[in-house]
């Protein structure tokens, strides 16, 4: 794009991050906060009834919940992390995308476990058991709090239960939803999955970032898949296996420039003009692709503010390709596609939805005013 392109976009994208990213977040920031006297209330309640599932829950030095994800402005995932995996090993063997299990290390015995009750006859640590156990602990801690306000007349959190895959989520006011996920923390190592990454080919991130972020390493969790084909049923097998997430070591891959900047305003974007029937369009979508455009441009100056624009188009029209392929990539793991879980249908109107922002912000950056 043009100098002269750029620095048209630069002013609306300052102005749109003034007011709408702004209003955006601190919205978002209040209602977590609102939330979260609710949530460790619940949490509190299951680690009295069941003090394995101790909660993790701790706000950082700048008021953040770490372990939180916001994934739309109503909709929030916590991260709870478990104690001791101990004795199992980590096996990820490709076999389930997206998946790893963890298998009782050989010699180990079962009761040298402190989640005995949940390790499989073929000496598994099942998730499903293990997130079984722990949404009927949720189940009873809503109960006894709506107990609490029966006096008041009011009901602040309801228990909303799957029914096709049990997965509990919290309703908070009526309004959000929060899905916890019990999870296990694997630092220091890195799985087979995503051994490609970095490739050789491919100039980013340095080589201290690489390490830091391997470092790093990601978290085990104990959910439904979410990344099974659409119409699939999910075996057994793979219920007793452990989602890879890598949310921490993506951080780091988006520190520094203008990269957070890039997303934030892609995020509120989405919020006010993407948030489609069936939700194809994710921040976490919107997140991968960042990373795929840092790929694309490796230099530290093409993140530079003053590209803020080619960046943020850059990204449209990437997320745009991938609609109209029906294939969006995990960042780590190319075995993941992150649009498996959509039809056909839904995808082609997302596309047409996002072709038309863009093309939008490319022939008026002022409509951003309006966006
Ligand atoms: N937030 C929070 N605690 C978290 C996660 C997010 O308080 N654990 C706040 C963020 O600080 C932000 C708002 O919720 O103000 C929306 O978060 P997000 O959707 O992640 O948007 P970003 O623009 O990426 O947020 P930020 O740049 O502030 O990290």
Redesign the pocket.
């Known amino acids: 794009m043009s100098i002269d392109h750029q620095t048209r976009l630069l002013y609306p994208l300052n102005q749109f991050y003034q007011e709408k ?1 702004m209003t ?3 919205k ?2 209040k209602a ?1 906060s609102d939330v979260m006297k609710t949530v460790t209330s619940i949490l509190k309640e299951v680690e009295i009834q069941e003090p394995r599932y101790i909660s993790s829950l701790v706000q950082n030095e700048n ?4 372990g ?3 994934v739309s402005s109503t909709e929030f995932e916590i991260t709870l992390f478990l104690n001791q995996m101990g004795v199992f090993n980590f096996v990820d063997d490709g076999s389930i995308p997206g998946c790893a299990v963890l298998k009782l290390s050989d010699g180990r015995k079962r009761s040298m476990s402190l989640w005995v009750e949940f390790i499989t006859a073929s000496g598994y640590l099942s998730s499903r058991k293990m997130r079984s156990k722990f949404q009927t602990l949720l189940l009873r801690a809503v109960e006894k709090n709506q107990q609490q306000h029966q006096q008041q007349k009011t009901t602040v959190v309801k228990a909303l239960q799957d029914s096709n895959s049990g997965e509990v989520k919290l309703q908070v006011f009526d309004k959000f939803s929060v899905i916890l996920i019990p999870a296990f923390k694997c630092s220091g190592i890195w799985p087979r999955s995503a051994a490609q990454w970095p490739l050789p080919q491919i100039h980013w991130p340095h080589s201290e970032v690489v390490a830091a972020v391997k470092n790093e390493g990601f978290s085990m969790l104990s959910r439904e898949n979410p990344h099974f084909v659409l119409g699939k049923q999910s075996p057994t097998s793979e219920n007793d296996a452990w989602l890879l997430c890598f949310n921490d070591a993506e951080n780091i891959l988006l520190s520094g420039g203008c990269r ?1 900047t890039c ?2 305003i892609l ?1 509120t974007l989405r919020d006010r003009n993407l948030d489609l029937r069936d939700e194809p369009i994710k ?1 976490y979508h919107l997140k991968t692709l960042v990373m795929f455009e840092c790929e694309k441009h490796p230099r530290e100056m093409d993140w530079d503010i003053a590209c803020l624009g080619d960046r943020i188009i850059g990204v449209l029209l990437q997320l745009l390709s991938c609609l109209q392929c029906r294939k969006c990539p995990h960042f780590f793991l190319p075995s993941v596609d992150l649009f498996a879980p959509h039809s056909p249908l839904t995808l082609d109107s997302a596309a047409k939805a996002v072709w038309a922002l863009t093309r939008q912000i490319i022939t008026n950056p002022n409509s951003l005013a309006e966006l």
């Open positions: 990213v955006r977040n601190a978002i920031r977590i008021g953040i919940y770490e939180l994800r916001v957070k997303l934030s995020k921040n």
